[in-house]
């Protein structure tokens, strides 16, 4: 087309048994241009950036680098190409040095004291100070990324992807990130951004190459269109609407009080005196950026940390001394984020998967004797009322996508009749369908007099579904606020601003 | 090339198939050895897994195959449990020869007295001296995080020093001439674990074994308790979230598996070995580890590999006497087997895919 | 009484084998490998190493033998583990139950022959504890500065990350584990070549699971696993010295101090360490873990 594309592929193709992961993908990315690739959870985009980055071998199809031929046998080729990729999952080293990590992603780094000395001045100036002395797992998360966006700009890629960089950063932050990628487009580097928030591809990229089911869909400006329309165009057809209506607060069911426990461990963080109350038919939303304390403040509630004793209340109950099965017989039920491997066993069955959480309210477990048979039908229940798509209960839990597992594991807890559910990013990788099953699953329970605790970092799904926002920082939970009318910035500054902004300043 | 692709169910027929492949593997690789050593690969084969039950000897050798099945599947029954839960009892070598000890002292120190009482307080002994032994990794673990493995293990070497200390020292048999040992408790009925049917060399521990089993099967398989072991080993984090409390399991699991070991100890010392030496340990804390992994931790499965070894011990000795094969082949068939297993098992995993071209 | 020099120089030899297995096994662990075979390594080292050292009646040959022969058997597991993906502490288990039977099979003909005299190094201390005395620093250096190491290090503290920068986590591995089983071949043929001058059956007798304790006792350091050595050696002379004198214990009981001084010495690491993440100095990230990688 023309002599400004960095990067262009041609009629990619890969399968996996059973999966066709990318089908005739064309598309290219032009010097200083932000180019969105926008699609669903397993519509193709990973499978895609780790053929470019070299993960991944491609079976069809031709990529090309600056007009050259780009077929890199491994991430190290790739990198020696002139690609560089920040991965969503960070590929950092919890135990070693800011230097240590970047040395790692370079082909021929500098001696120590050289890198050192170029690590601080790069990371000033793009505004991202990093010292390189500090080990990694002393960073937040914020700070994590920017040693893996130095690492990268170190390289002077040509081509930079980005793999959902967004999902673990407060508004700000995201912001600050936004300024640094203008900064290199800026200097003529192609960045490709991968993401499914529309708000910020509309606000930021250039151009957007829609995926789905493995195939290019569509490629469009996102600025000329609505996020509404960019999510038709995603998930093939017209959203569904969520249905609030019908709900209303009724008598204080769940009350912590003055919640005080200290880090689990070194890598957790510390709840301090968190207070809440929640009401039968509310929902409560509570945001904040990965590892301020939510995996603990639902640990807390499950009982899988015990707190000092007046600190949970269900009903004037005192929960607080009790274990799991016992706060579950109360009526409290939790749904952990972590699907595979927290809330379910991967290796087991859905059958088997019943057992962890519905043994006593469900009648599976009587005397310590485990009745199979009603531990079935039980799960083929869960299968039924949430449209788990899966051969049958006796399918283990790993062998599920992740939108289905979900939709079991949050269809265990509410066919149980909780009182007070409380889950954990009810929605985190589950495709556009799933998502808005579980939410509506959510508001219906709610509708019905449960009271609802959701934990999310997703905004907008904090927005859409509760009456009450907090949020957590560094293990405080926030005063509450009515949902309606809170605008994006405000729940920002909540959340903390630009999170250790100050602390690397220094 | 090939590749792995793990499958979304274990299959249960590869289940079943992997250990009996592993027995064929380490019988084929162990003739190559034999054949290597200059012995009749066939013949040694032969005399090793067919004439303790159906050659010449087999009226002597028969009953010697529950006298040593009984230990091996009285401690793998509460290894695998452990195992199970990702929870590493390697030292019930040491939990044995601790069992074997307390249970003795109960009969030495009730010694000349007569009385119903003492067969079945030595067995209590025996448990509680094994659960004690077990029970010190576990807290170890618990109280500081110490690894189970390597403490564990460290008390078998313990474990065996106390052993000789006491067979030449406060336990030596004082009517023996000086010779180190207790007194023989084969000769002391109310202490003594006799064969229970004539020929067949069922004592009480095979009793106890074949409880063990009944009894771990249904924990396993219908008890809420085994599904939740089962989950800590699969998922922790699964386990903490469905209510198991780490260290009441760490306890469990050590204490159970220990009692049991010191249960086969005590067995062992009040009937076959009939006395505390220093020999005590035989080794059947370490080969109860391969039944456990043969048996692939399931009861049935033990049953049947607590026989198969207990096999390769008499056709051991059997090929020792006959073809003056070394003693240690024992040992290495049954590191062999081990490492068969464990290398097939990528089978019940995986499937096995060739890489495509395209 | 006690001259302090000979004391020391005691140590230095008691302290050995154990040296050379720990360090070994540090680095195998860096990758994230937890070989729970370094009994059955080490028991073949002292086998193969006796043995060669013996019919070529130089102790020399005797230790490049041992060293190979241990690499040689640590394929096994590297094979359970890298290539069928075997859970490592039961391959590890397997390897020290295999190693042990091996040996104590092959070496029958050799029970009752003595091993050749072993020439001093300088200042009469034995070649060898030189070799394991110097390899303390060239691997801290090899860890902490150069590149290999740092791939090493990063591959055993999370697997993913170091396979999705392109680095070979399978090779770095086995390259790892082949360390692992050459220094405790070497660490085991100590024993028999210049300490025990002969072979006996299970002659290491649990060196090599209190050099696994060792490596969790130096949280992972060079140096940390020679100060470890060096305590355990300390223990070994002093019970030696104790029986010798004649001290009115029984002599199982003091033969018991090292495996005790292990328990001791874990339980009070173990406690520091859970909380001292944050400072480094803690287990790898991946230690244990098998790597699969999904194509």
């Not at chain 1, 934990?455 to 579904?465: A, G, K, P, R, V």
């Not at chain 2, 019930?92 to 069992?99: C, F, N, R």
């Not at chain 2, 979230?241 to 159970?256: D, I, K, R, S």
Request: hydrophobic content about 50%; charged content about 15%.
């Amino acid at each position: 087309m023309n002599s400004t594309a960095v990067f262009r592929a041609e009629g990619i193709g890969k399968s996996y048994p059973g999966v066709r992961a990318n089908d005739d993908v064309s598309f290219q990315v032009d010097a200083g241009q932000i180019h969105a690739l926008l699609g669903e959870n397993g519509a193709g985009k990973s499978t895609l950036v780790k053929m470019i980055y070299g993960l991944v071998r491609p079976d069809q199809g031709r990529m090309s680098l600056m007009g050259a031929p780009h077929q890199p046998a491994d991430p190290r080729a790739a990198r020696a190409a002139g690609v560089a990729m920040v991965f969503q999952h960070f590929s950092l080293f919890d135990a070693l040095t800011v230097a240590e990590n970047i040395a790692l992603g370079m082909e021929n780094p500098p001696p120590r004291r050289e890198l050192s000395a170029r690590i601080t001045k790069v990371s000033h100036d793009f505004g991202l100070p990093l010292n390189p002395a500090r080990r990694i797992v002393t960073l937040s998360a914020g700070e994590r990324q920017r040693v893996e966006i130095i690492r990268c700009l170190l390289q002077n890629p040509r081509l930079l992807i980005m793999d959902e960089p967004t999902s673990v950063l407060t508004p700000q932050e995201a912001e600050l990130l936004f300024a640094t990628l203008r900064k290199l487009a800026a200097q003529g580097t192609a960045i490709l951004y991968i993401s499914h928030k529309l708000d910020e591809i509309r606000t930021h990229c250039d151009c957007a190459t829609i995926l789905r089911h493995g195939r290019v869909v569509d490629s469009c400006d996102p600025r000329a269109h609505s996020a509404r329309e960019l999510a038709a165009m995603m998930v093939g057809g017209e959203m569904r609407d969520i249905d609030r209506s019908g709900r209303q607060a009724g008598e204080v069911l769940l009350k912590v009080q003055d919640l005080s426990l200290p880090a689990p461990n070194a890598e957790g963080t510390a709840l301090k005196s968190v207070s809440l109350e929640l009401r039968a038919g509310q929902i409560l939303g509570i945001g904040g950026v990965a590892g301020n304390g939510q995996e603990e403040l639902l640990a807390a509630l499950t009982g899988e940390t015990r707190s000092a004793s007046g600190t949970i209340t269900l009903e004037g109950a005192d929960l607080s001394p009790l274990p799991p099965e016992q706060r579950r017989k109360a009526g409290l039920l939790t749904a952990p984020e972590d699907r595979l491997g927290h809330a379910a066993v991967p290796d087991f069955s859905l059958t088997e998967n019943t057992l962890l959480t519905a043994g006593a309210r469900k009648g599976l477990v009587r005397n310590g004797l485990i009745d199979h048979r009603a531990a079935r039908s039980f799960a083929e229940s869960v299968i039924a009322a949430f449209d788990v798509r899966t051969p049958g209960p006796h399918v283990t839990a790993r062998a599920l996508s992740g939108g289905n597992l979900q939709k079991f594991v949050i269809g265990r807890e509410v066919l149980q009749d909780p009182r007070v559910l409380v889950v954990n990013q009810p929605t985190w990788g589950v495709d556009a369908s799933a998502a808005a099953f579980v939410r509506q699953s959510l508001l219906d329970l709610a509708r019905q007099g449960a009271g609802v605790i959701v934990i999310s970092q997703d905004l907008d799904e904090l927005l859409e579904l509760s009456d009450q926002f907090c949020a957590l920082n560094e293990g405080r939970l926030s005063e509450p606020c009515p949902t309606e009318g809170l605008t994006l910035d405000q729940i920002g500054l909540m959340l903390g601003g630009a999170h250790g902004m100050q602390e690397a300043a220094l | 090339m090939i590749r792995l692709v793990p499958r979304s169910t274990a299959s249960t027929f590869w289940q079943v198939a992997t250990p009996v492949m592993a027995v064929l593997a380490t019988m084929i690789a162990g003739g190559v050895l034999f054949a290597i050593m200059g012995h009749d690969p066939v013949t040694a084969i032969r005399t090793i897994f067919w004439d303790p039950l159906f050659g010449p000897a087999a009226a002597y050798s028969r009953p010697q195959l529950l006298v040593k099945a009984a230990p091996l599947i009285l401690i793998a029954s509460g290894l695998a449990i452990g195992f199970r839960a990702g929870i590493w009892n390697i030292g019930a070598e040491g939990q044995y020869i601790i069992g074997g000890l307390t249970g003795g002292a109960v009969a030495l120190a009730a010694y000349p007295s007569e009385g119903a009482w003492i067969f079945p307080a030595m067995v209590i002994a025996g448990a509680a001296g094994g659960w004690a032994w077990g029970m010190i990794p576990a807290l170890l673990r618990n109280w500081f995080g110490a690894s189970e493995i390597l403490v564990s293990l460290m008390l078998v070497y313990v474990a065996q020093r106390v052993a000789a200390w006491m067979a030449f020292g406060p336990m030596k048999n004082p009517e023996g001439f000086g010779f180190p040992g207790s007194r023989n408790l084969q000769q002391y009925p109310a202490a003594s674990n006799p064969e229970l049917i004539a020929g067949t060399g069922a004592h009480w521990g095979v009793v106890a074994a074949a409880v063990a089993v009944l009894v771990t099967w249904v924990l396993v398989s219908r008890h809420i308790r085994g599904f939740h072991i089962r989950a800590a080993g699969s998922a922790p984090r699964a386990a903490r979230f469905a209510g198991v409390n780490p260290a009441t399991l760490v306890a469990f699991c050590l204490g159970l598996s220990g009692a049991l070991a010191g249960m086969a100890g005590l067995f062992e010392v009040a009937g076959p070995a009939g006395q505390i030496t220093d020999k005590l340990g035989t080794g059947y804390g370490f080969t109860a580890i391969i039944v456990a992994f043969l048996g692939r931790l399931h009861p049935v499965g033990i049953l049947l590999a607590g026989l198969l070894l207990a096999l390769t011990y008499i056709g051991g000795e059997l090929a020792q006497l006959t073809m003056q094969l070394p003693a240690a082949t024992v040992q290495v068939f049954q590191g062999m087997l081990l490492f068969f297993l464990l290398g097939f098992d990528v089978l019940t995993r995986f499937r096995i895919q060739r890489k495509g071209q395209s | 009484m006690i001259d302090p020099l000979s004391v020391f120089l005691l140590l230095l030899s008691a302290s050995t084998p154990i040296l050379f297995a720990a360090l070994g096994e540090l680095i195998a662990e860096r990758a994230g490998i937890l070989n729970l075979g370094v009994e059955g390594m080490m028991i073949t080292g002292a086998l193969a190493g006796f043995a060669a050292a013996y019919a070529t009646g130089n102790p020399f040959i005797g230790f490049l033998v041992a060293a190979l022969a241990g690499a040689a058997i640590s394929l096994l597991y590297t094979v359970l583990t890298q290539v069928f993906l075997a859970n490592q502490v039961a391959s590890g288990l397997a390897l020290t139950l295999f190693g042990l039977g091996l040996a104590a099979m092959f070496g029958k003909p050799f029970e009752g022959v003595k091993a050749p005299p072993m020439p001093d190094g300088p200042f009469g201390i034995n070649w060898i504890v030189w070799l394991g005395l110097l390899m303390v620093p060239v691997i801290w250096w090899f860890l902490n500065r150069t590149r290999r190491g740092l791939i090493l290090r990063a591959v055993g503290e999370n697997h993913e990350a170091a396979h999705a920068l392109g680095y070979d986590v399978r090779l770095t591995r086995t390259a790892a584990i082949a360390f692992g089983g050459a220094m405790a071949g070497i660490g085991g043929a100590f024993i028999s070549i210049a300490t025990v001058l002969q072979w006996t059956e299970g002659m290491t007798a649990g060196a090599g699971w209190i050099a696994l304790a060792i490596v969790v006792f130096s949280s992972w350091t060079a140096f940390g696993v020679l100060a470890g050595a060096w305590l355990f050696g300390g223990v070994t002379v002093l019970q030696l010295r104790l029986q010798a004198a004649e001290v009115d214990v029984p002599v199982q009981l003091l033969s018991m101090a090292p495996y005790l001084a292990t328990i001791i010495v874990l339980v009070l690491i173990s406690a520091r360490q859970t909380y001292s993440r944050k400072a480094g100095g803690a287990a790898p990230g991946s230690l244990g873990n098998n790597f699969h990688a999904l194509r």
